[in-house]
């Protein structure tokens, strides 16, 4: 053996025994089966620069993740490679220190050793080694000296980076790319090698792009860009001459937009916060529970992301970049509220990402000219970006209707420049117990929306001592706008908009992308624990019920969602239906009542009011099931036909109200076929040729199927009484927004008489959403003096809905509708709108 080939080993050994003691690797995916690596084919890793401490590093990761180890010797046929990886570039000697793309001497013995062995296969595996991840950041002494951005560093600077970075080292093997498929695509060695090389270098582009991101500029020379953008130049001038103030104060104002807008990111402040969260979580909750990771590592490789989350609490902020950052991605700019931008609070979000916007900015013109040009600004660049498309936290736990504002500029700034493709990844954030579920059961009851501040930050310090069981995260499908636009506007490629041309079409891309996204959200849902244990006990009058009746109901949920799954994304956090009770029980969400004739379940009504909003977070799951099995509540028998029409009447409704999948026609009978086939294998329907009979009544099976159909019932009684209202009054008597307080209103006094006490019953923004879509179907229309009329086609409506309510309720219903009734309880209110 040569001495300097022992030199070198020596060598070797030592360097990897000095990062042994100086880092801390984490390796992505944690679990190397993801990879799905053929274990009868040699492995060779890949990485991009020359580097002895990345290849030592890459060889402890290989050796703990139970790979092939990287510095292993390799054979093939007449071929043979000292270690098992090989660079694509070295650091050039120049004066601006580029890199220097190689031809990797050992990848041309690969590609021989395949022409020699047309048999042999070679599974190259590349591997991005990230010190640090922090992005490239101008006038950044931090950067200058320790962060590993996209020029490479000298020996000195990599000696710096291991000893402060090397405990945030991060490691991403990707998918093995076959060298056999490339090489049988020409006889040419050295054209199959530049080949490879060139798609191994892209993959590492994009790669080093989805995790650390693209350049940053220094917040003052981004505010610099954006002022002296043409559209902010040119609101400047208009607000001069509306105005007549100096072109030096309208700039003035115009550059303060900018830097109240504006993030700060920092990688100083997302570590720290990664840290604070990573205790917080461990804190407030059991865990993070992940579904569909892949939907998003996919599509960060080459498109720009867009995170569309839904918004149930203040916590979403902070969880999903958390959640991203911990997964290899560089974490999203988030557009937050201003209403956030509290001192220090204010300063820390915008030094993780966050840019703040005001909830309106219509009159303004010189703001939303700023602001569209901000955003338009991070998007060119290629940052990844999260916005909440509902506008605002849902109080009733519910997705909320879009509000597309944020949507437009987006797809706006998309066809002002569309260099990088763009996907919208629609996000499912799911808690068991919210920390604000207090304060929204209140704002529900009409309680005055408090105004965040430092002082009631630090009140809520008190949550800390509290227990939020856990947290479920689910990545839905994404959304490539571009496949979007090609389904939606032909030739949009040739459109250009001005800054304030919205024409037609663009309104209903925009609307049809958020109803997208939205419907894309409630398709990733997970029904955890605590969403099908408040399912089964809310639709009980007195919520409670026999432990065995509440095992069987699970059960029943459970068989449903794996038998006619609602979605391909949709999951199920738990299958077994004593540990979903046990687990109840033990954080509190329960109360066993011990009976000699049976254990009972129940829990308080505090409780049980916070349990409804974790219930409808996933509440859509089991609409479609739910309305089928509430046609046999007064119907015991139904042909297929007649039941497949009445869904198709009612399903429009619902649709719009929970953001159901399906569409009307061939997929949504397939739907309902679906579902009835596993109401008959669990013995909750009977077929009779094309009739359908409901189990018989006083069973178990019969009881089961009432307790599913109560899942859509407040829903039809809302409807029910909503219609019975406008039929009750006759047309021309009410505008839209009076039939929704006269709603509102007797809708809550429906819940105090007869315990229908779940808060988002006689929520108002619901029913406001249910008259537009009586609007939009042309079953209620406005007469020239903006009155609400109506035709028989309504009146049929309102028949078909008492007929499956139950008397009882119907009566109700009928008695509180009452107009002399109504009319003289709103004169008695001084304060009446109706």
């Given at each position: 053996?040569?001495?300097?080939?022992?030199?070198?080993?020596?060598?070797f050994?030592?360097?990897?025994?000095?990062?042994?003691?100086?880092?801390?690797?984490?390796?992505?995916?944690?679990?190397?089966?993801?990879?799905?690596?053929?274990?009868?084919?040699?492995?060779?890793?890949?990485?991009?620069?020359?580097?002895?401490?990345?290849?030592?590093?890459?060889?402890?990761?290989t050796?703990?993740q139970?790979?092939?180890?990287?510095?292993s010797?390799?054979?093939?046929?007449?071929?043979?490679?000292?270690?098992s990886?090989?660079?694509?570039?070295?650091?050039?000697?120049?004066?601006?220190?580029?890199?220097?793309?190689?031809?990797?001497?050992?990848?041309?013995?690969?590609?021989?050793?395949?022409?020699?062995?047309?048999?042999?296969?070679?599974?190259?595996?590349?591997?991005?080694?990230?010190w640090?991840?922090?992005p490239?950041?101008?006038?950044?002494?931090?950067?200058?000296?320790?962060?590993?951005?996209?020029?490479?560093?000298?020996?000195?600077?990599?000696?710096?980076?291991?000893?402060?970075?090397?405990?945030?080292?991060?490691?991403?093997?990707?998918p093995?790319?076959?060298?056999?498929?490339?090489?049988?695509q020409?006889?040419?060695?050295?054209?199959?090698?530049?080949?490879?090389s060139?798609?191994?270098?892209?993959?590492?582009?994009?790669?080093?792009?989805?995790?650390?991101?693209?350049?940053?500029?220094?917040?003052?020379?981004?505010?610099?860009?954006?002022?002296?953008?043409?559209?902010?130049?040119?609101?400047?001038?208009?607000?001069?001459?509306?105005?007549?103030?100096?072109e030096?104060?309208?700039t003035?104002?115009?550059?303060?937009?900018?830097?109240?807008?504006?993030?700060?990111y920092?990688?100083?402040?997302?570590?720290?916060?990664?840290?604070?969260?990573?205790?917080?979580?461990?804190?407030?909750?059991d865990?993070?529970?992940?579904?569909?990771?892949?939907?998003?590592?996919?599509?960060?490789?080459?498109?720009?992301?867009?995170?569309?989350?839904?918004?149930?609490?203040?916590?979403?902020?902070?969880?999903?970049?958390?959640?991203?950052?911990?997964?290899?991605?560089?974490p999203?700019?988030?557009?937050?509220?201003i209403?956030?931008?509290?001192?220090?609070?204010?300063?820390?979000?915008?030094?993780?990402?966050?840019?703040?916007?005001?909830?309106?900015?219509?009159?303004?013109p010189?703001?939303?000219?700023?602001?569209?040009?901000?955003?338009?600004?991070?998007?060119?660049?290629?940052?990844?970006?999260?916005?909440?498309?509902?506008?605002?936290?849902?109080?009733?736990?519910?997705?909320?209707?879009?509000?597309?504002?944020?949507l437009?500029?987006?797809?706006?700034?998309?066809?002002?420049?569309?260099?990088?493709?763009?996907?919208?990844?629609?996000?499912?954030?799911?808690?068991?117990?919210?920390?604000?579920?207090?304060?929204?059961?209140?704002?529900?009851?009409?309680?005055?929306k408090?105004?965040?501040?430092?002082?009631?930050?630090?009140?809520?310090?008190k949550?800390?001592?509290?227990?939020?069981?856990?947290?479920?995260?689910?990545?839905?499908?994404?959304?490539?706008l571009?496949?979007?636009?090609?389904?939606?506007?032909?030739?949009?490629?040739?459109?250009?908009?001005?800054?304030?041309?919205?024409?037609?079409?663009?309104?209903?891309?925009?609307n049809?992308?958020?109803?997208?996204?939205?419907?894309?959200?409630?398709?990733?849902?997970?029904?955890?624990?605590?969403?099908?244990?408040?399912?089964?006990?809310?639709?009980?009058?007195?919520?409670?019920?026999?432990?065995?009746?509440?095992?069987?109901?699970?059960?029943?949920?459970?068989?449903?969602?794996?038998?006619?799954?609602?979605?391909?994304?949709?999951?199920?956090?738990?299958?077994?239906?004593?540990?979903?009770?046990?687990?109840?029980?033990?954080?509190?969400?329960?109360?066993?009542?011990s009976?000699?004739?049976?254990?009972?379940?129940?829990?308080?009504?505090?409780?049980?009011?916070?349990?409804?909003?974790?219930?409808?977070?996933?509440?859509?799951?089991?609409?479609?099931?739910?309305?089928?099995?509430?046609?046999?509540?007064?119907?015991?028998s139904l042909?297929?036909?007649?039941?497949?029409?009445?869904?198709?009447?009612?399903?429009?409704?619902?649709?719009?109200?929970?953001?159901?999948?399906?569409?009307?026609?061939?997929?949504?009978?397939?739907?309902v076929?679906?579902?009835?086939?596993?109401l008959?294998?669990?013995?909750?329907?009977?077929?009779?040729?094309?009739?359908?009979?409901?189990?018989?009544?006083?069973?178990?099976?019969?009881?089961m199927?009432?307790?599913?159909g109560q899942?859509?019932?407040?829903?039809?009684?809302?409807?029910?009484?909503?219609?019975?209202?406008?039929?009750?009054?006759?047309?021309?008597?009410?505008?839209?927004e009076?039939?929704?307080?006269?709603?509102?209103?007797?809708?809550?006094?429906?819940?105090l008489?007869?315990?229908?006490?779940?808060?988002?019953?006689?929520?108002?923004?619901?029913?406001?959403?249910?008259?537009?879509?009586?609007?939009?179907?042309?079953?209620?229309?406005?007469?020239?003096?903006?009155?609400?009329?109506?035709?028989?086609?309504?009146?049929?409506?309102?028949?078909?809905?008492?007929?499956?309510?139950?008397?009882?309720?119907?009566?109700?219903?009928?008695?509180?509708?009452?107009?002399?009734?109504?009319?003289?309880?709103?004169?008695?209110?001084?304060?009446?709108?109706?």
């Amino acid at each position: 053996m040569s001495p300097w080939l022992g030199l070198d080993r020596l060598l070797f050994l030592l360097i990897r025994a000095f990062m042994r003691l100086c880092t801390r690797a984490t390796a992505l995916p944690a679990d190397p089966e993801e990879l799905q690596l053929d274990p009868n084919k040699p492995v060779v890793y890949v990485m991009r620069d020359r580097s002895v401490a990345d290849a030592a590093v890459v060889h402890q990761a290989t050796r703990k993740q139970k790979l092939s180890a990287a510095n292993s010797s390799l054979s093939l046929g007449k071929q043979h490679l000292r270690r098992s990886y090989f660079y694509l570039y070295k650091r050039g000697v120049t004066g601006t220190r580029q890199r220097d793309a190689l031809v990797p001497p050992r990848l041309r013995k690969l590609v021989r050793a395949l022409h020699d062995n047309p048999d042999l296969d070679v599974q190259l595996v590349p591997v991005s080694v990230f010190w640090g991840r922090q992005p490239e950041k101008e006038n950044s002494l931090w950067r200058i000296l320790f962060s590993d951005t996209w020029a490479p560093p000298g020996f000195i600077k990599k000696f710096l980076i291991i000893l402060t970075q090397g405990r945030d080292l991060y490691l991403q093997f990707s998918p093995p790319v076959s060298l056999r498929v490339l090489a049988d695509q020409s006889d040419d060695v050295d054209q199959v090698v530049r080949k490879t090389s060139r798609v191994l270098r892209v993959h590492f582009r994009r790669q080093q792009e989805a995790a650390i991101g693209p350049d940053l500029s220094h917040r003052r020379t981004l505010t610099n860009d954006i002022i002296q953008s043409p559209a902010v130049r040119q609101a400047i001038q208009e607000e001069i001459t509306s105005s007549e103030d100096k072109e030096e104060k309208v700039t003035a104002r115009a550059r303060g937009y900018a830097l109240e807008i504006a993030a700060d990111y920092s990688h100083t402040v997302i570590r720290a916060l990664e840290l604070f969260l990573n205790w917080l979580w461990n804190r407030l909750y059991d865990g993070i529970r992940l579904y569909n990771l892949d939907n998003l590592t996919q599509v960060a490789r080459d498109h720009e992301v867009i995170y569309v989350p839904c918004h149930r609490s203040h916590i979403d902020y902070l969880l999903l970049s958390f959640v991203v950052y911990r997964n290899g991605l560089v974490p999203p700019h988030i557009a937050a509220g201003i209403n956030l931008n509290l001192p220090v609070v204010g300063t820390i979000l915008r030094r993780g990402g966050a840019f703040f916007m005001r909830r309106s900015f219509r009159d303004n013109p010189l703001y939303a000219a700023v602001f569209y040009e901000y955003l338009h600004t991070i998007t060119a660049r290629g940052f990844s970006i999260e916005y909440f498309i509902e506008g605002g936290r849902s109080r009733s736990g519910r997705m909320l209707q879009p509000r597309t504002g944020m949507l437009a500029m987006t797809l706006r700034s998309f066809l002002r420049d569309a260099r990088k493709p763009i996907a919208f990844v629609p996000v499912y954030v799911g808690y068991e117990k919210v920390i604000e579920g207090g304060s929204y059961i209140g704002e529900l009851h009409g309680k005055k929306k408090k105004k965040e501040s430092i002082f009631g930050l630090l009140k809520s310090a008190k949550v800390l001592r509290s227990h939020f069981g856990q947290v479920h995260v689910n990545f839905g499908e994404p959304i490539k706008l571009v496949d979007f636009l090609d389904d939606h506007r032909e030739g949009w490629r040739g459109e250009t908009l001005d800054a304030q041309e919205s024409p037609d079409w663009f309104k209903q891309t925009v609307n049809a992308l958020g109803q997208e996204v939205a419907t894309r959200i409630n398709a990733a849902a997970v029904a955890n624990p605590v969403n099908l244990i408040s399912l089964a006990l809310l639709a009980t009058p007195k919520h409670t019920m026999d432990l065995q009746q509440l095992r069987q109901q699970l059960q029943l949920y459970i068989t449903l969602l794996n038998e006619a799954p609602y979605s391909d994304t949709a999951c199920l956090a738990d299958t077994d239906a004593d540990a979903l009770i046990d687990y109840g029980l033990k954080h509190e969400f329960l109360l066993r009542v011990s009976h000699p004739l049976g254990d009972l379940v129940t829990t308080d009504p505090a409780t049980a009011l916070q349990m409804a909003y974790v219930r409808n977070n996933s509440l859509h799951l089991f609409v479609l099931p739910g309305l089928i099995c509430s046609l046999f509540f007064n119907a015991r028998s139904l042909t297929q036909s007649t039941l497949q029409r009445m869904v198709a009447l009612l399903y429009p409704f619902f649709r719009n109200e929970y953001f159901l999948h399906w569409q009307e026609g061939d997929e949504l009978t397939n739907a309902v076929n679906r579902i009835i086939g596993m109401l008959e294998a669990q013995g909750l329907v009977e077929r009779d040729g094309d009739c359908l009979h409901g189990a018989p009544i006083h069973t178990v099976a019969s009881d089961m199927l009432a307790h599913l159909g109560q899942t859509v019932m407040p829903s039809l009684e809302r409807y029910y009484l909503t219609i019975r209202l406008l039929v009750q009054y006759g047309g021309g008597r009410l505008e839209a927004e009076q039939l929704a307080e006269l709603a509102s209103r007797t809708t809550q006094r429906l819940s105090l008489l007869y315990e229908f006490n779940s808060p988002e019953f006689f929520d108002k923004v619901v029913l406001r959403t249910f008259i537009q879509q009586l609007l939009d179907t042309g079953l209620v229309w406005k007469d020239e003096a903006g009155m609400l009329q109506f035709g028989d086609h309504l009146r049929a409506l309102d028949d078909e809905a008492r007929r499956i309510l139950s008397t009882d309720v119907s009566q109700a219903i009928q008695r509180v509708t009452r107009v002399p009734e109504l009319e003289r309880a709103l004169a008695e209110e001084p304060h009446s709108q109706t």
